[in-house]
């Protein structure tokens, strides 16, 4: 008879879709520290193995998908890490990365030069353009992952990381980086975003920039700025029209 470890029904579980990283619970995000306890131990009990031509821990190597799940993963370089849940009808565009924990729902677009890193929230019918990096975090185990909730666009090369929330229907656009400590401006309502507060339902978000504090001689005269993120509108009929996907590719 052979016995499963905890953290093997665990990858098992993450894979399947029955366990979470990160749950939404009584409106908010929280992270599943019993999950990424056990996603430590698999590191802990894994040893390095040779695979063709790589070498990773042996029980964490590659996931290898069948017609039957619905998933279309297109070749040239793509891996799904052990203990990463993909959901029917998400399609992964080469090269790209999925980490241990990942979890992508359905519908959802992974395109060229994507990271989606451990224990990352990906929504149905996201769109991850190319080269978007989503951070990852394993530990501290109470720390929350990037969530990126249903229907989200986000632009080309954006880098999202530090546990950002964007919520549903949000768009990101190109070159867009969100982290702690970018400031998130919204001119519609004439706010700052507050620390950890997730990006808005529907927002439009652009890279912008913002003077350096004016008591800094020096980097007043040189005219030096510092990078934000600015809410320019809301989602509207004519940025729909834009952000139609190409569904005759799917």
Known sequence: MVTTTIWEKNLNDLESGRVRAANFIDGKW???????AQILEAFKAGVLKEENGFVDKHNLMPQSFRLEQGIRVVPGGTSVRRGAYIAKGVIIMPPSYINVGA????????????LVGSCAQI???????TAVQIGGVLEPIGANPVVIEDEAFIGAGAVIVEGIIVKRRAVIAPGVILSKGIPVYDIVNNR???????????????????PVKSDNEYATKLGLTLQCAIIVKYRDEKSEASLVLEDFLR
């Open 30 to 36: 929280v992270a599943n520290t019993e999950v990424k």
């Open 103 to 114: 979890f992508v729902d359905e519908g959802t677009m992974v395109d060229s030069h994507v």
């Open 123 to 129: 929504g149905k019918k996201v769109h991850l353009s």
């Open 192 to 210: 700052m975003l507050e620390k950890g507060e997730p990006i808005p339902e529907n927002a439009i978000v652009v890279p912008g920039n913002r």
